[in-house]
C-alpha cells in the first residue's frame, strides 16, 4: 500500500526531474563570439552547398542564425515559403531573383533583403556561375511558438 508520504516523495522526485531536463535542454546565450570563416565547414547539399555559424537564443532574441549558402546555377534552396521569424539575405556573389510583394526581383552582390515575418519569399540562382548569400534570421521573444 502506497502511503501519503511515499506519494508525495514521488511527486517531488518527478518534478525535480522534469526541471532538471528542461534546464539541461535549454541552449546557452550566444555572447560576444568570433567565427573564423576557415573553421566553419562548408556541408554540401543537393543545391550547392552551406556553412552553418551559429542557431542560439541571445540576451534579447528567443534566437539567432546565421548561415551562409551557396546555390549553384539554376538553383533555389527550397520552394517560396514563410515564418514567423525575420531575416536579412545579403548577397556576397552572383546574380539571384528575390521573390518580393509577389514580384520576382533581380539583385546581384552587396544587395540586401529583408523577408519580413510571415511573409511569401524565395529566392534562385539566376546567373551563370554560383550564386553565396548570407542569412541572418532572428526571432523575437515567444515568435517561436506563433505560426
Known amino acids: 500500500m502506497i502511503t501519503r508520504r511515499d506519494f508525495l516523495i514521488a511527486v517531488a522526485a518527478s518534478a525535480l526531474t522534469a526541471c532538471a531536463t528542461v534546464a539541461y535542454q535549454q541552449k546557452a546565450i550566444l555572447g560576444p563570439s ?10 554540401k547539399t543537393d543545391v550547392g552547398e552551406v556553412r552553418s555559424f551559429f542557431r542560439a537564443p541571445t540576451a534579447t532574441l528567443d534566437e539567432l542564425e546565421l548561415h551562409v549558402t ?3 546555377p539554376g538553383q533555389s534552396p527550397h520552394p517560396p515559403h514563410k515564418h514567423a521569424n525575420e531575416e536579412l539575405v545579403i548577397i556576397k556573389e552572383g546574380s539571384v531573383e528575390a521573390l518580393e510583394n509577389g514580384e520576382w526581383r533581380r539583385v546581384g552582390p552587396g544587395s540586401v533583403i529583408f523577408n519580413a515575418s510571415n511573409q ?3 529566392l534562385r540562382n539566376v546567373g551563370d556561375g554560383p550564386a ?4 541572418i534570421s532572428w526571432s523575437s521573444p515567444g515568435a517561436l511558438t506563433k505560426k
Open 132 to 135: 553565396t548569400y548570407h542569412v
Open 70 to 72: 551557396t546555390l549553384n
Open 120 to 122: 511569401l519569399h524565395g
Open 34 to 43: 568570433i567565427f573564423d570563416w576557415n573553421s566553419i565547414p562548408a556541408h
